[in-house]
């Protein structure tokens, strides 16, 4: 049975260090980009909550670029 460490970085500082590091990017790629090297284990679910937090707590934005598309950038 494989066992589980904790993550060193909380998702939400790994999000915000690839956004500032890449640009704005769209919520499939920021999410590939998540879930590739540091949290395979998120869901869109938890994605999308995480997502809805750092946007009330005025880290990120969020606009929608087509139907099902949102672009996500921070805010400086």
Known sequence: MPTR??????AYLVLLEILAKKGAMTDTDLFEALSKDHFEDMGTRDFNELLMR?????????????????????VA
């Open 54 to 74: 750092l946007e009330i707590g005025g880290k990120i934005r969020t606009s929608s670029v087509a139907r099902g598309k949102r672009r996500i950038e921070i």
């Open 5 to 10: 460490t904790w993550k060193t970085h909380p």
